[in-house]
T-cell receptor
Framework: IAGITQAPTSQILAAGRRMTLRCTQD?????MYWYRQDLGLGLRLIHY???????GKGEVPDGYSVSRANTDDFPLTLASAVPSQTSVYFC??????????????FGPGTRLTVL | DQQVKQNSPSLSVQEGRISILNCDYT??????FLWYKKYPAEGPTFLIS?????DKNEDGRFTVFLNKSAKHLSLHIVPSQPGDSAVYFC???????????????FGSGTQLTVLP
């Protein structure tokens, strides 16, 4: 593993189903993030975690939950998927969530379609 | 209401010429700005950043200019190359804030096409 991996690459899901998007990083970064990318809206933050054991809500957290049991993994769960959650989801990490000036590193994304 | 705006969804430039991508922001608390580049089917990658204590930062062919009074920043690519064709996202953060307000806010992106 090098950097950030996301799984699955893509998924078609029936509305009402539960889905977990996986994200793993091997850079020992403290902070991790989940974004969704929608046409005309750019990247919007769903949830973030400044360090293992803590999480916070971003701009669009409704319908999503996250956990951060360890440094490397940051899964995103849709408890009951709805069509408006059709999007491309990106996981990202940064060395520190508290440092002012550090860049974020992104995974390759998961394309999710909810029918 | 979007706090970071990229009003040009697309831009086409001839190879060798200058590409200028623009970004406007409304939140006066933003004091750190970044540009990300995204190819299709890949995640965004960091390109260049600038702190509000500067008005210019340069890295090779890429230069970012910040005009705090106008709440405007721009990315200049000189000379433009076909490999620069990608979506460019502007992002901003308020480093003195806490919690979710401290996180990056992204613009909607500009698709740059560099024609050979």
């Amino acid at each position: 593993i090098a950097g950030i991996t996301q799984a699955p690459t893509s998924q078609i899901l029936a509305a009402g189903r539960r889905m977990t998007l996986r994200c793993t990083q091997d850079m020992r970064h403290n902070a991790m993030y989940w974004y969704r990318q929608d046409l005309g809206l750019g990247l919007r933050l769903i949830h973030y975690s400044n360090t293992a054991g803590t999480t916070g809500k971003g701009e669009v957290p409704d319908g999503y939950s996250v956990s951060r049991a360890n440094t490397d993994d940051f899964p995103l769960t849709l408890a009951s998927a709805v069509p408006s959650q059709t999007s491309v989801y990106f996981c990202a990490s940064s060395p520190s969530g508290r440092a002012s000036y550090n860049e974020q590193f992104f995974g390759p994304g998961t394309r999710l379609t909810v029918l | 209401d979007q706090q970071v705006k990229q009003n040009s969804p697309s831009l086409s430039v001839q190879e060798g010429r200058i590409s200028i991508l623009n970004c406007d922001y409304t939140n006066s608390m933003f004091d750190y700005f970044l540009w990300y580049k995204k190819y299709p089917a890949e995640g965004p990658t960091f390109l260049i950043s600038i702190s509000s204590i500067k008005d210019k930062n340069e890295d090779g062919r890429f230069t970012v200019f910040l005009n705090k009074s106008a709440k405007h920043l721009s990315l200049h690519i000189v000379p433009s190359q076909p490999g620069d064709s990608a979506v460019y996202f502007c992002a901003a953060k308020a480093t003195i804030s806490s919690g979710s307000a401290r996180q990056l806010t992204f613009g909607s992106g500009t698709q740059l096409t560099v024609l050979p």
